[in-house]
């Protein structure tokens, strides 16, 4: 089942099928499945539970060989497993079935030459060690002479699928042994080894391997009843750089499109880069989205293709950088040098290059840098991760609560949580959805319905069915931080999309989710619209607004007596009035509060619009007003009012954006300070605004020669101004002497840092 038609069943299951009353659950496996997740991440549980993937180390790679297909020179889709067999065929996929309890036993009947039998791993692994299982029972003893060959799978004939093979190890005597163990360190001598850190006492710190896709096992003798029960292939670990493009990752080289070679577990295709800026100086870079965070053991880079441009195989000299995903204030990714450029004499080009981490590191981007005219070759790039997924990231499909709108409460989630892991979340919601065709040209780009139908059948491309949300749906709300925290997107909604993240800090521990939880309620209003005005406000200066409430009611709609509404600064008392249908009432009771107030009607309201008038001072721009209603039943809750346009509740303040100062109306009274205890001039009052910024504020006193003299408390005041006090005296309590001090006020903002300063005289 595709997975348009996976959302369409999600959207059309009614609420009862997939919820109990005033509750919608995530919580089985059939719904996670729905979630777009980076595959091969996550582990779906027949319980409903969740949990991030556990890599382990070291890794058979044999049993996944048929997961991967391949092109040969006469086969455009080769799967891997056992390829060839020169005797019994039948059985010969049970060497890589994971169970030693099977075997494959060459025919008595054949000749010697024919017991051999050959593996293809479907993809380059990097090798470091073959095991050999034998059964050792009535009928089925071990391979008594035999030898192990592999081979990188380079092609060597440009017509033939012809492979160049090693000699691993072998037999020197008869065999009696039920495991044989062979390292493979075939191609050591041109390789790197790039270490970071000190290994933890139980960490593999072996780095000899040896590029790896074909293992040949050839019996030397034939004996009674010889069998071979299991061939395990040994890598450090499981690589992930195959799987980028199936997670939502990529590989990019600045549009070029060539470093996807790079991952394909094909050791003939290669990532070059030779080309020179317009300045004369070469930089080629790639960036690596690896689709997740994971813990990363290694990286491996491996120069082993058949020829390159210019002479033998190798990595130039580069830098390699890493990120977990952080980003820097400008919003772009904010990269750690892993290794940074080595001195010329210092490097020797080589052809496999082991990046070894201790302790490992979480990573999601790679990126490596070039200098000189030059990358090198670069065939294929080996990611080994270990332990859990260090972060998952899953999303929802647009789930629909009910055919009415539902005021969303809560979410929360049953889970385990190991020390040092987090589920954190978000959501978004809106109240409906769109469906559609999106029509292509053969050549790849969109057309218009109208454009398509005019267009010959030949040049018609594909009709991609979608659904989007509609234009009333929010952006991604604030991450929830707890379970049971109250819902932090727009309602009454019909619809709901969730953001869940799996994140741990060590790679031994990973969260375990077993459920997500939407408590909800009926709305009290089917909708509310509001609208505010004057839209534009002068900074700091009282203004007086009009915000204007129209219900949106239904059949069976409770109605409101109850308002709240969010605001920049305190509403003096006497500017408030509250008018439903055009006729000023008495609240039966108006809280005012720096940030909102909220007022009790003496009447529940249904359909009749509701007035606000106050008086207040704007200093964001712009500014929100948002509202919410409530009904004195139930107390605790309130139901958001949407804005009726798309900037019908925001205030600008259209002095703001010109303006290069980030402080404002700075003011000091008195300017004369006299702190002698007759209660007048004891204190001067450092009065100002912040603008465009919520970074740190210092305020200190100087004296005139630059000696710091104490610094001050201050905070937000009713009316939306910051306001700072001194009292005359120094850090250490003591009166400072009579004369003339600055008083430095300090915004460290991301860009830059700003100053204000004011003279302040001290007199007795």
């Known amino acids: 089942m595709n997975r348009l038609w996976l959302s369409l069943l999600t959207l059309v299951l009614p609420a009862s099928v997939t919820h109990a009353q005033d509750v919608f659950e995530v919580n089985t496996k059939a719904q996670w499945e729905t979630w777009i997740y980076p595959l091969g991440t996550l582990d779906l549980r027949p319980d409903g539970s969740i949990k991030p993937v556990r890599f382990e180390q070291p890794f058979n790679a044999a049993p996944s060989s048929p997961l991967f297909t391949h092109k040969l020179k006469k086969a455009d889709a080769q799967r891997g497993g056992v390829w060839k067999v020169g005797s019994n065929a039948a059985d010969a996929d049970l060497i890589i079935d994971d169970d030693i309890a099977t075997y494959w036993k060459p025919n008595p009947d054949d000749p010697l030459n024919a017991w051999w039998i050959e593996i293809d791993l479907g993809r380059m692994v990097a090798v470091k060690e073959v095991r050999l299982h034998f059964p050792d029972q009535e009928g089925a003893r071990p391979l008594r002479a035999l030898r192990v060959f592999g081979s990188d799978g380079k092609f060597q004939s440009i017509t033939d699928d012809v492979f160049l093979f090693n000699l691993i190890g072998g037999t020197t005597k008869r065999n009696e042994a039920t495991l044989l163990s062979y390292p493979v360190a075939f191609g050591e001598a041109t390789k790197r080894v790039l270490s970071f850190g000190q290994p933890a006492e139980d960490a593999d710190a072996s780095t000899t391997f040896a590029p790896t896709q074909y293992i040949r096992i050839i019996a030397d003798v034939k004996s009674d009843d010889a069998a071979l029960a299991e061939v395990e292939v040994i890598a450090f670990g499981q690589n992930i750089a195959q799987g980028t493009a199936a997670r939502g990752g990529i590989i990019d080289d600045q549009g ?265 309620t009926d709305s009290f209003l089917n909708g509310a619209l509001g609208q505010v005005s004057p839209n534009e406000a002068q900074v700091g200066q009282p203004e007086n607004f009009t915000y204007v409430l129209q219900p949106d009611f239904k059949s069976g709609d409770k109605g409101f007596n109850r308002l709240r509404l969010n605001t920049p600064s305190q509403a003096p008392a006497e500017s408030v009035v509250i008018r439903v249908a055009g006729a000023e009432v008495e609240p039966t009771s108006l809280e005012l509060m720096p940030d909102s107030l909220v007022a009790k009607l003496p009447q529940v309201v249904r359909r009749q619009a509701v007035e606000i008038d106050l008086q207040v001072n704007v200093f964001a721009n712009p500014y929100l007003f948002n509202a919410f209603v409530g009904h004195t039943d139930e107390l605790e809750f309130w139901q958001q009012v949407d804005p009726a346009d798309r900037a019908a509740t925001t205030v600008f303040l259209p002095e703001i954006p010109a303006s290069t100062s980030l402080l404002d109306k700075v003011a000091i009274a008195p300017r004369v300070l006299t702190p002698n205890g007759d209660g007048i001039g004891d204190y001067a009052e450092i009065r100002f605004a912040v603008l465009k910024t919520d970074a740190p504020i210092t305020v200190a006193i100087y004296a005139l020669d630059g000696r710091p003299v104490g610094s001050l408390t201050g905070g937000r005041r009713t009316d939306g101004f910051l306001v700072y006090t001194w009292n005359g005296e120094d850090d250490q309590g003591r009166r400072v002497p009579p004369g003339i001090y600055v008083c430095r006020i300090q915004v460290d903002a991301q860009a830059a840092v700003q100053n204000s300063a004011q003279i302040i005289n001290v007199a007795y």
Do not use: C
């Open 256 to 520: 070029k499109e060539r470093a996807p070679a790079m991952i394909d577990g094909n050791v003939n295709t290669f990532w070059e880069e030779l080309n020179w800026s317009e300045t004369g100086q070469f930089i080629a870079q790639w960036r690596w989205d690896l689709g997740a965070v994971f813990w990363i053991n290694r990286v491996i880079f491996v120069a082993f293709q058949e020829t390159t441009t210019w002479g033998r195989p190798r990595i130039l000299r580069h830098r390699l950088l890493g990120s977990a995903g952080e980003l820097k204030p400008s919003g772009d990714i904010d990269f750690d040098i892993l290794f940074d450029f080595p001195a010329p004499g210092d490097w020797n080009n080589p052809e496999p290059i082991t990046y070894l981490m201790h302790p490992y590191r979480p990573l999601r981007y790679l990126e490596m840098i070039f200098g000189g005219s030059s990358s090198g070759a670069m065939a294929e790039a080996v990611v080994v991760p270990t332990g859990y997924v260090a972060e998952v990231e899953l999303r929802s499909d647009f789930l629909k609560i009910d055919d009415r709108p539902k005021v969303f409460r809560t979410l929360e989630w049953d889970a385990d949580l190991p020390p040092g892991t987090q589920i954190l979340a978000q959501t978004r919601s809106g109240s409906g959805l769109e469906e559609g065709n999106t029509y292509y040209h053969r050549k790849g780009h969109e057309v218009t319905e109208d454009e398509y139908n005019a267009l010959k059948k030949r040049w018609k491309g594909d009709i991609v069915p979608y659904i989007r949300p509609t234009e009333d749906w929010s952006g991604w709300s604030n991450t929830y931080l707890f379970s049971g925290q109250e819902f932090l997107s727009p309602s009454p909604r019909r619809y709901v999309q969730f953001r869940v993240l799996l994140k741990s800090d060590s790679p031994d521990a990973a969260p375990t989710l077993k459920g997500l939880r939407l408590n909800y």
